[in-house]
């Protein structure tokens, strides 16, 4: 089993009892998590609860780590999150301060508009109506224009806004990265990304409708620290009361309330609530003292959990796993860039095939247009049988069939490379515009065909930003076993609170003194002003203060239990998708490497075909001129050369396409071509990819094809 995505962040400091790395911390912690457990029973004995409502719960912890479960692969490169932005903005951070701009923060943000137009680059590319296109600039068009690294672009954005989110102790919604992948005529979504709670989440099968409830983000919530919240009721009440007794006149009543109150979390999975409430009470009522009567009163509280939810890293395990998933859509992008540039590829040598292969075919017909014409000639001074001018003839019908099938081919491929290439195809004279390509592939050795299966497979492991998904995802799993193993806790809150009361205001005008029956003589309650009554509050004269203690401690904690073995099983899964990229990766890098040797064995073996052909054609033609053969074996020695080239033409095309398919398993396309990602994330490409193992097109007649139609 391999361990590398366990070592994911060292940076946090982790413990190795975090990571399952071995058995000893393993053991600390399900001790740990016993004594948290009998301390929860001493407490609930002392509230005078019976003990039998304590459960402990069996927490299973990840298998440990052996030397001999080490892994002889390298592990991938992880570095450091490389904070792509397809635009200036950070959406990790918020859009204003509410101390510098407290309105700002009200406000709704903007994202600026998506652009639907070429960049430059193609314009100036074209000449002459006619588009003369490297592959070199074809990917940089692609990375350009391409729609799917456009929409890739917004993940990368969303996945900040993940981060934005968990650090006010959210619960994530997840980026969604799709990898969509170029195919001949459309685009197909291929993979999917970015998951945490509210996102698209892996690792087990899809339930009823395609949807899974996994047990990602599994686990306390965390306290909303960061962003505090204020909340305020103002009422201003009219009432007024019939008679009911003796005691009890009628009287009306004015009452205005102004209550306001402040929350906040804290990381440790502490919570503050402070309460402040102010009323102003005008009564008729004759047992009122003071009309107006002013009453402030106060009430802090601090909670802090003991056992469920308690700690830094409980309470911050969101923003853990939203920088992980920051790091799994840098990965997405990178892989997102590596699929189109192989597609385009792709594309790009399906063109110069067809582009070629229009040119054998008008050479072809040329061929057995002039054996026409010369029979004809021959027939009509009577050398010449007609059953051999019409051979010719059939050859000329069947031979313009196949470049009219072969033009109609570049076409297709030419809307192809454009589709790809261009962000907008509604300028006529772009559609109608030939594509021609100026570039062909070498069959010089590359470097990689020196180099050993279990080197290159050694460097695809390195360099893989699949593995790399991979093993941030496990972390991320580990983090939600972790928060399970939390969630099996009993609840415990230790609170304490403090509060005061003050009461002002004006001696009531029908104020009733109860033992003589007359109104109560002026100034016999002093009156006291708003700032006298909030003195008052403050002054520890009324306090009300106090400490306690919450237990909730579930009987069977049957939830939770399912919710910590889902995490378990779901991790577990994580762990052989894992070893199963590993194993695919390998056996995609000996297929390439297989497919390549014989790519180049069968491009050699064509080259020799078409020679020798080329070569039999001459000496049947000249035979032709000797009267030594006849033109029923020049054309077939005519067809031959045809289905020669068209075999070579294939060879190079599929070598080509297997070349550049390895640098993909190889996931080294980037560095052989030169792409920076970071221009590739603007879609401002400053400098044009280099491609090695091309060598440029044979300057010749450009093949005739029939532009589209436009309407």
Known sequence: MHSFGIRVFEKQKETAQDFGADTRPARRGQAGDRLRLTAAVLLTLAAGMPSGYAQQATVTTPTAKTASDLPAEPEPVLTEPLNLRASQRDFSKPAGSWLRNPIKVYLPTTVAGASFQNSPRLADLVRNGKIYLSLSDALALALENNYDIAISRYYMDLADLDILRAKAGQLLQGSGAIINTATQGGYTSTTSTGGGPGGIAGGSAAGQGGLTLTASGAGPAPENYIDPAVTSTIQLERSEQPQTSAFAPRSFQNTDQYNFTYNEGFVTGTSLAVGFNNARVTSSSEFQIYSPQLNSNFKATVTQHLLQGAGIWVNKRFVYQAINNRRITD?????????????????????????????????????????????????????????????????????????????????????????????????????????????????????????????????????????????????????????????????????????????GGAQSPDCLNLFTGQSCPPNTYPSTSYPGTLSNM???????????????????????????????????????????????????????????????????????????????????????????????????????????????????????????????????????????????????????PVIPGLIPAKQGNEPSVTPPPTK
């Open 538 to 688: 403050l002054d520890n004269s009324s306090p009300d203060k106090g400490i306690g203690f919450n237990v909730t401690i579930p009987i069977r904690n049957r939830p939770a239990q399912a919710q910590q073995a889902q995490a378990l099983i779901e991790y577990r899964q994580a762990e052989l998708h894992l070893e199963q990229l590993y194993t695919q990766i390998r056996i995609s890098v000996v297929n390439s490497m297989f497919a390549l040797t014989n790519d180049r064995a069968q491009v050699q073996a064509s080259i020799a075909a078409k020679d020798y052909a080329e070569q039999s054609l001459d000496a049947e033609q000249k035979k032709l001129k000797l009267g030594a053969s006849t033109s029923a074996l020049v054309l077939g020695q005519q067809r031959s050369l045809a289905l020669a080239e068209d075999t070579l033409l294939q060879a190079n095309a599929t070598y080509a396409k297997d070349r550049a398919a390895l640098y993909q398993t190889l996931a080294s396309t980037l560095q052989h071509y030169g792409i920076d990602l970071t221009d590739a994330a603007t879609g401002n490409v400053k400098s044009a």
């Open 331 to 503: 990965s997405t992008f990178r892989q997102q860039i590596l699929y189109t540039v192989n597609q385009v590829e792709n594309i790009y040598w399906g063109l110069v095939n067809a582009y070629e292969d229009v040119q054998a075919k008008q050479r072809a017909l040329e061929q057995t247009t002039k054996v026409s014409s010369d029979n004809r000639k021959q027939l009509e001074i009577g050398t010449m049988a007609p059953l051999d001018v019409l051979n010719a003839d059939q050859s000329v019908a069947s031979d313009k069939q196949a470049l009219i099938s072969a033009q109609s081919t570049l076409n297709y491929q030419q809307q192809i490379i454009k589709q790809a290439i261009a962000r907008n195809l509604n300028d006529p004279a772009l559609v109608a515009a030939a594509v021609i390509p100026t570039d062909r592939v070498s069959i010089e050795q590359i470097p990689e065909e020196s180099q050993s299966v279990d080197e290159l497979v050694q460097e695809a492991f390195k360099q893989s930003p699949v593995l790399e998904q991979a093993a941030l995802t496990l972390k991320n799993w580990q983090i939600s076993l972790r928060g399970a193993k939390n969630a099996l806790l009993p609840t415990l809150d230790v609170y304490g609170f403090y509060a005061g009361t003050g009461i």
